[in-house]
């Protein structure tokens, strides 16, 4: 539209002034009609520079009155004018997309911003009245005995349930909120070492198998040790005491495999997937816990585009397989930078 | 252990939290001197000495990085921060700001203690001469000779790793950040974490029993490593 009516107007002028105007000064009418019609971007440019070169040719390339040309020169006088409708309608189009992608980079900044400062004031609100309770019942408990100790060891037990299951909230929030795992290249003694640091009281009746490869894990150590510390609780959890669990953590080609399996009563009936659902709960009310942690194991995974799956094992009992694929090329320890060693 | 006379200063916005502090320090002790906010928290510093300073970080009036960079200009009195566990990042600003250590919320009473004991002693310890030879647990290094043994298990270590074990064996029982290992072992220059981690877990392989399940040296996940020294 736009650009019918800058050639319009451009043929007008070229018509009005034609007694006293060169060719030259006519085709740079149209140039001002396409450039004015570009603003709107490639298509329009690039119509009103065929219109342009129509009209100049139909009104003011003899033989006049005819799409004919005689001489041959004003063809480059039609393909500048295309040129220019192309390149400064394209010029435009890309302006449009980086403002687009800017305003849409600031949205993002700001819903991020925004999430993080809820989250944090959430999880401030709700750590610190647990926190006084864990306290506190720590105190007494130092001082008590018999019933009243073990019934103020429950209070703390559960304390630290609900902190755990406020952490899964958050993290799940977080993750599920398009935040970006912080790579880094980890040992998986580490990961597997910080995660079963965090388990002592859930791993106190259970004996654990480890075959750890000394090797890199590219991952968000701090999601990942939540991620593991799901998984093992999840084992520990669904198997009867003095059941062995067993972590065995190496590389699978371009990836970490992570692998927690048990020797407990396997997954519930029903597709192995579904134990990954939002408030999933395997046997009964028993076990505890609101169906997140492994959720929480997915989300994460998913967040490192990674992958976990739910299957039985042979012989009885649950394996989690979980897959960090590398995001880069893991790094080459040989170019450690200057060495200062000081000797001391 | 002379703790009886030793006087911490509480730094906490929240009056149970407050409460819950002084009344298990006191149990424990302790003189207690309360502050909830940075102002109180600045002039009871400078008018009372205290012997160690538990802070949470977020104060109605500011922040709390501000009390722990003012006091490191003229004091070297601990200061523990407390913290949640999904704010790794202030607790690295606020050790790399010259904080000594941080209890994660919730925290029992017995952590509370052990943290203030380590950070009490690391106070004093700066007082005397450096000992030739460091002992951790089951861990001794010469440093005169360079050796190191686990029990009755001599160990070789490669400069780096014995670099790095000598710098937490100095703070036995104290959480030191990627940062500060990485700037004393490879220079102010090095960012990249995972010279780091890669030399611990090598050093971790050499005298953990089972580098999985460290007995010696604990992984703090986004902060950095800690010698048990128990």
Not at chain 1, 309 to 328: H, K, N
Not at chain 2, 31 to 44: D, F, N, W
Request: aromatic share 4%.
């Amino acid at each position: 539209m736009i650009s019918l009516i800058t050639v319009g107007v451009a043929t007008l002028v070229g018509l009005v002034a034609a007694p006293f105007a060169s060719h030259a000064d006519q085709a740079m009418a149209y140039l001002l009609a396409i450039l004015v019609a570009a603003l709107g971007g490639r298509g329009a440019g690039l119509t009103a520079a065929v219109l342009s070169a129509a009209a100049f040719d139909f009104f003011f390339v003899e033989p006049y009155h005819t799409f004919a040309v005689a001489n041959r020169s004003f063809l480059i006088t039609f393909g500048v004018m295309v040129a220019i409708g192309i390149a400064i309608g394209s010029l435009v189009n890309r302006i449009r997309v980086a403002e687009a992608e800017s305003r849409e980079r600031e949205l993002r900044a700001k819903a991020e911003e925004l999430r993080s400062t809820l989250l944090s004031s959430v999880s401030h609100d709700l750590r610190t009245p647990l926190a006084v309770i864990t306290g506190m019942a720590t105190s007494l408990r130092d001082s008590a005995q018999g019933e009243q100790r073990e019934e103020l060891d429950t209070i703390v037990g559960e304390a630290r349930r609900l902190s755990n299951i406020l952490t899964n909230l958050l993290s799940i929030t977080k993750v599920e909120s398009g935040a970006e795992p912080r790579r880094e290249w980890v040992p998986l003694d580490e990961l597997i070492g910080s995660s079963l640091a965090r388990l002592e009281p859930e791993l106190a009746e259970h004996p654990l198998t480890l075959e750890v490869a000394d090797e890199l894990a590219h991952v968000d150590p701090i999601l990942t040790e939540q991620l593991l510390v799901n998984l093992v609780e999840n084992a520990a959890k669904h198997t009867p005491p003095g059941c062995a669990i067993e972590v065995q953590a190496r590389r699978d080609g371009s990836a970490a495999l992570i692998e927690i399996s048990d020797h407990g009563p396997g997954l519930p009936p029903g597709p192995p997937e579904q134990v990954f659902e939002k408030f999933f709960r395997g046997r009964g009310v028993k076990a505890g816990g609101v169906g997140l942690g492994l959720t929480v194991c997915k989300a994460i995974a998913t967040a490192h585009k990674g992958r976990i799956e739910a299957s039985m094992r042979d012989g009885g009992g649950a394996v989690f397989r979980v897959w960090f694929p590398d995001d880069g090329a893991p790094p080459r320890l040989g170019d450690a930078p200057e060495l200062l060693a000081r000797a001391s | 252990m002379t703790a009886a006379a030793d006087t911490v200063l509480v730094v906490e916005d929240e009056a149970p939290m407050r409460r819950f502090l002084s009344a298990a320090l006191q149990s424990h002790g302790f003189r207690v001197v309360e502050a909830s906010t940075l102002g109180t928290a600045q002039r009871i510093a400078t008018e009372q000495h205290p012997d160690a300073i538990l802070l949470d970080l977020g104060l109605p009036d500011g922040d709390g990085l501000t009390l722990v960079r003012d006091l490191r200009t003229w004091s070297s009195a601990p200061v523990i921060v407390l913290s949640a566990r999904d704010r790794e990042d202030d607790k690295v600003t606020a050790l790399d700001a010259g904080a000594d250590d941080y209890l994660t919320k919730p925290f029992g009473t017995s952590e509370l203690l052990a943290r203030i004991r380590v950070a009490l002693r690391h106070s004093r310890a700066q007082r005397v001469p450096d000992d030739p030879v460091l002992a951790v647990g089951a861990i001794r290094i010469d440093q005169a000779r360079h050796e190191v043994n686990v029990g009755e298990r001599a160990i070789h270590l490669t400069p780096i790793e014995y670099r790095l074990l000598v710098l937490l064996a100095r703070h036995p029982g104290k959480v030191l950040t990627h940062k500060q290992l990485l700037q004393d072992v490879w220079g102010p220059r090095t960012h990249q974490t995972h010279y780091l981690r890669v030399h611990m877990a090598a050093l971790r392989r050499k005298i953990e029993n089972d580098p999985a399940r460290p007995r010696w040296i604990t992984t703090e996940p986004g902060v950095g490593y800690r010698l048990i020294d128990r």
